[in-house]
């Protein structure tokens, strides 16, 4: 029989469930729908309400196509809402907000039981959804805020959480904002937008890609991609690329004023809107919410001074050439593979051949993985991780388990420990294999270091192997048969990238 628990926000009563250990509410709004005028507009209070709110069902994710590491198509735009995991007992519990990946695109908080992390580590989870794609990272001339609608979403979810969280025996003065891939992205545009500021008091950023701003060659993010720009764009840039979409998918007549085109645009459907959604996946630069570049403000060491835990997992690329190249037919194969590297590097392709010899790897779609890895992943990281260790408490990690449960198997293509490995040891995953026995005590492990982090600003803990900060030049690897320092530069050959233009 299922128990249910009441609380009282100041927006009204919402009634969640009681299970092992745990509390959990679903689909709580932190903002209004941004239905109809409020399309493409900074999120707005919620409206209260008297009546007792259920909140024992998901709510729908933002607007998404499914895709084959997401199938959970969405059409809805009323999606501003969050979920909150708290462990039964006393209050005044550190609090993590967490921001999930998918590319910009894609996920949401249907399907992922944060209940591990919670109880594990006695902390009380958030999982807000905020505005993907095309809604998240549109702009137009004369659309205020455009390009950053989802960081504007993450904010007021924030507020939320400072002003509701200790009706759940959350802490809002010791808040950690933890993501990993696109959600590790927007964190670092957190650390520099000044209304952020205040909101959160540490945060963990788990496999954040390019966050300072290099251009990633063609194919080392898929194979058979083309090189892609800095993950940030200016604001006028962002403008035009809108307008010019807009006008080129006939969702704006020519010759129409800002205002026009802007009603024009908001009456477009959202099955039309998210045709163009990978357009609109990078935050804009120049305006209110996000003065800076972070890619130049992080560097500079302009950002919010609290501790961070960065890192990544030892096989990201993985991922992408199993389920984007493998998994669908175009697989890398010694044929192939001196093209993706003449593309790839241009003058510079023999000289990562000879670092890179295919014939040391199983297949070549193993050594093109481990080139996109270093190149596009780890050399990154590690930049983020010694510009922001120069300024801040900063500890580093390496997820390492080669056996992780695949997300999205690829059969005959061992993934390793591959990009978003590490969220089923944080979460349990709907349709994800189960953990073995020494995996789930490795998980405890894991969330115990996170916990830690979240509770003091240190990761460190009594009962775990030591984890010096980056200072000192240390990476924590992190897997099931061993825990401890691991040279991360040399596993990655950090010091050919470094001289590679």
Same mark, same amino acid.
Do not use: K
């Given at each position: 029989?299922?128990?249910?628990?009441?609380?009282?926000?100041?927006?009204?009563?919402?009634?969640?469930?009681?299970?092992? @250990?745990?509390?959990?509410?679903?689909?709580?709004?932190?903002?209004?729908?941004?239905? @109809?005028?409020?399309?493409?507009?900074?999120?707005?209070?919620?409206?209260?309400?008297?009546?007792?709110?259920?909140?024992?069902r998901?709510?729908?994710?933002?607007?998404q196509?499914?895709?084959?590491?997401?199938?959970?198509?969405?059409?809805? !735009?009323?999606?501003?809402?969050?979920?909150?995991?708290?462990?039964?007992?006393?209050?005044?519990?550190?609090? #993590?907000?967490?921001?999930?990946?998918?590319?910009?695109?894609?996920?949401? /908080?249907?399907?992922?039981?944060?209940?591990?992390?919670?109880?594990?580590?006695?902390?009380?989870?958030?999982?807000?959804?905020?505005?993907?794609?095309?809604?998240?990272?549109?702009?137009?001339?004369?659309?205020?805020?455009?390009?950053?609608?989802?960081?504007?979403?993450?904010?007021?979810?924030?507020?939320?959480?400072?002003?509701?969280?200790?009706?759940?025996?959350?802490?809002? +003065?010791?808040?950690?904002?933890?993501?990993?891939?696109?959600?590790?992205?927007?964190?670092?545009?957190?650390?520099?937008?000044p209304?952020?500021e205040?909101?959160?008091?540490? /945060?963990?950023?788990?496999?954040?890609?390019?966050v300072? +701003?290099?251009?990633?060659?063609?194919?080392?993010? $898929?194979? +058979?991609?083309?090189?892609?720009?800095?993950?940030? $764009?200016?604001?006028?840039?962002?403008?035009?690329?809108?307008a010019?979409?807009?006008?080129?998918?006939?969702? #704006? !007549?020519?010759g129409?004023?800002p205002?026009?085109?802007?009603?024009?645009?908001?009456?477009?459907?959202?099955?039309?809107l998210?045709?163009?959604?990978?357009?609109? $996946?990078?935050?804009?630069?120049?305006?209110?919410?996000?003065?800076?570049?972070?890619?130049?403000?992080?560097?500079?060491?302009?950002?919010?001074?609290?501790?961070?835990?960065?890192?990544?997992?030892?096989?990201?690329?993985?991922?992408?050439?199993?389920?984007?190249? !493998?998994?669908?037919?175009?697989? #890398?194969?010694?044929?192939?593979?001196?093209?993706?590297?003449?593309?790839?590097?241009?003058?510079?392709?023999?000289e990562?051949?000879?670092?890179?010899?295919?014939?040391?790897?199983?297949?070549?779609?193993?050594?093109w993985?481990? $080139?996109?890895?270093?190149?596009?992943?780890?050399?990154?990281?590690w930049?983020l991780?010694?510009?922001?260790?120069?300024?801040?408490?900063?500890?580093?990690?390496?997820?390492?388990?080669e056996?992780?449960?695949?997300?999205?198997?690829?059969?005959?293509?061992?993934? @390793?420990?591959?990009?978003?490995?590490?969220?089923?040891?944080?979460?349990?995953?709907?349709?994800?294999?189960?953990?073995?026995?020494?995996?789930?005590?490795?998980a405890?492990?894991?969330?115990?270091?996170?916990?830690?982090?979240?509770?003091?600003?240190d990761?460190?803990?009594?009962?775990?192997?030591?984890?010096?900060?980056?200072?000192?030049?240390?990476?924590q690897?992190?897997?099931?048969?061993?825990?401890?320092?691991?040279?991360?530069?040399?596993?990655?050959?950090?010091?050919?990238?470094?001289?590679?233009?």
């Amino acid at each position: 029989m299922t128990e249910h628990v009441l609380v009282h926000l100041s927006t009204g009563p919402v009634r969640g469930r009681r299970l092992d @250990g745990r509390s959990s509410f679903r689909a709580l709004p932190y903002a209004a729908p941004p239905l @109809g005028e409020l399309r493409w507009r900074a999120p707005r209070p919620v409206a209260p309400w008297s009546d007792v709110r259920d909140a024992t069902r998901p709510g729908p994710p933002a607007p998404q196509l499914a895709r084959s590491f997401a199938e959970v198509p969405s059409l809805d !735009e009323d999606c501003l809402t969050l979920d909150v995991t708290a462990p039964e007992g006393a209050d005044g519990r550190p609090v #993590v907000v967490w921001l999930h990946g998918g590319g910009g695109t894609n996920g949401g /908080a249907a399907g992922r039981d944060a209940h591990r992390l919670a109880v594990t580590g006695d902390v009380v989870v958030v999982t807000p959804q905020y505005r993907l794609g095309v809604f998240g990272c549109f702009a137009h001339p004369g659309l205020r805020d455009g390009g950053t609608f989802g960081l504007l979403d993450q904010q007021a979810a924030l507020r939320w959480v400072r002003d509701e969280i200790d009706r759940f025996g959350g802490d809002p +003065g010791n808040v950690t904002l933890a993501g990993e891939s696109y959600g590790a992205l927007m964190i670092a545009a957190h650390l520099v937008s000044p209304a952020s500021e205040g909101l959160f008091h540490r /945060a963990v950023l788990q496999s954040p890609f390019a966050v300072l +701003g290099t251009t990633t060659p063609a194919n080392v993010f $898929i194979p +058979g991609f083309p090189a892609l720009p800095p993950r940030w $764009i200016a604001a006028e840039d962002l403008d035009q690329l809108g307008a010019a979409v807009a006008l080129d998918r006939g969702w #704006v !007549e020519p010759g129409s004023s800002p205002d026009s085109a802007l009603d024009q645009l908001r009456h477009v459907p959202v099955a039309d809107l998210l045709t163009v959604s990978d357009a609109f $996946i990078r935050p804009a630069f120049g305006g209110p919410v996000l003065p800076e570049s972070p890619a130049t403000a992080l560097a500079a060491g302009r950002f919010q001074r609290v501790p961070l835990v960065v890192g990544a997992a030892r096989d990201e690329a993985r991922f992408f050439v199993g389920v984007f190249a !493998e998994l669908v037919g175009s697989p #890398v194969t010694a044929d192939r593979f001196p093209a993706l590297l003449a593309e790839a590097f241009g003058d510079a392709a023999a000289e990562v051949a000879r670092r890179y010899p295919p014939e040391r790897y199983p297949t070549p779609g193993l050594a093109w993985a481990r $080139i996109s890895t270093d190149r596009a992943w780890a050399w990154p990281t590690w930049q983020l991780g010694r510009a922001v260790a120069a300024h801040t408490p900063t500890w580093f990690y390496e997820f390492a388990d080669e056996d992780a449960p695949p997300l999205v198997p690829v059969p005959d293509f061992p993934l @390793g420990a591959y990009h978003a490995a590490e969220l089923a040891y944080q979460f349990d995953l709907a349709g994800v294999p189960a953990l073995t026995e020494g995996q789930r005590a490795f998980a405890e492990r894991m969330n115990r270091y996170w916990a830690t982090f979240a509770a003091h600003g240190d990761p460190t803990h009594p009962d775990l192997p030591p984890w010096p900060d980056h200072s000192t030049g240390h990476v924590q690897s992190l897997a099931p048969d061993r825990i401890g320092g691991v040279d991360y530069a040399a596993d990655h050959q950090l010091d050919f990238w470094e001289r590679m233009p």
